[in-house]
């Protein structure tokens, strides 16, 4: 009698450990799906991050960095939410007016651009405004944008096998070195704010035919300001005003959008104005920077492959 209640007891025990196993199971699975629908709360109803692609936003939004969206500054659209894309409504959930000098996340309309994609973009004209554009000057509403330059700005492309060398540019009458990730011209170290290098690999060489595998740019980094709000902008040099015309009136619930590397950005002057109902949300926070061409899962390289100085910052802050 004693051997039976003690293998009930074993038996027991067993299946309280089984259980318990499976509890833990159920727990860790509950456990997942409640985070996932924590993440999903958090992307679609507050912030939702974004990475930088291109250089149509230098020298305020560099190529490797990340950014936060804030989803509730202008309302909620189908683009807000994730598979929201996919359906059909066109409306706009607790909207809220935009700002002239904001940068904002968006989709955009027209079939000349791949308008499955985000573009981030600032803001230069809102529902109403009349705009003038005339090579690089911008008229809102019969006011001219104030621009003041502030230094020269290099925009470089380079073979990663140049590193190192020294190159004269001919149309610039400089010589130039790029040494890692750093820019000398004439000898002279470029500040970091006033430059950005591009390294390109040998298929990208090869498709540039260009010999050396060098492309230079010296842009205007100039400060624009638009109804109070002052940002950098990006311009080639001495270049041809009358080039270039557009004269329109933004219509209602619409919005006109330009990059602040402006000679490099597909942006409203393109694809014309945005409807507010394609709108994602304003870009509120730089949480990360890193440069691209170095791979970041070499931990060694991050002192200098991550952009620490960019690490969470506000946006409306790195201007200054």
């Known amino acids: ?55 149509s936003m230098m020298p305020n939004l560099l190529i490797g960095d990340f950014l936060f969206v804030k989803k509730s500054e202008y309302g909620y659209t189908r683009f807000s939410f994730p598979l929201g894309s996919k359906t059909s409504w066109e409306g706009r959930l607790k909207p809220n007016n935009l700002k002239r000098g904001d940068m904002v996340v968006f989709r955009p309309l027209n079939n000349s651009v791949d308008h499955s994609d985000n573009y981030v973009k600032r803001v230069i004209a809102i529902s109403g405004d009349t705009v003038d554009i005339s090579g690089d000057m911008i008229t809102v509403n019969q006011k001219l944008l104030h621009q003041e330059k502030k230094s020269d700005y290099y925009f470089i492309k380079i073979g990663r096998e140049l590193d190192g060398f020294e190159m004269k540019n001919k149309y610039l009458n400089e010589t130039i070195k790029v040494i890692k990730g750093k ?105 990360f920077s890193h440069n691209y061409y170095r791979p970041i899962w070499k931990v060694w390289n991050w002192g200098t492959a991550i952009r620490w100085d960019r690490i969470f910052r506000l946006t409306d802050k790195i201007y200054d």
């Open 1 to 55: 009698m004693k051997e039976f209640f003690k293998k009930l007891s074993m038996r027991k025990r067993r299946n309280n450990e089984t259980l318990t196993k499976k509890q833990k199971n159920l727990q860790s699975i509950l456990g997942l799906m409640l985070a996932v629908f924590a993440a999903l709360l958090f992307r679609s109803f507050l912030f939702e991050p974004f990475r930088i692609p291109s250089e």
């Open 183 to 287: 820019l000398f011209i004439d000898g002279k170290k470029i500040s970091n704010n006033n430059f950005n290098i591009t390294y390109l690999s040998r298929s990208q060489c090869d498709k540039l035919q260009s010999l050396f595998c060098l492309t230079v740019f010296k842009l205007d980094k100039i400060i624009e300001t638009n109804d109070n709000v002052s940002y950098e902008i990006l311009q080639l040099v001495d270049q041809d005003k009358s080039q270039y015309r557009l004269n329109f009136v933004v219509p209602e619930n619409e919005f006109f959008v330009m990059g602040d590397n402006r000679n490099f950005s597909l942006d409203g002057r393109v694809f014309g104005t945005i409807p507010e109902n394609r709108l994602v949300g304003k870009v509120v926070v730089l949480f």
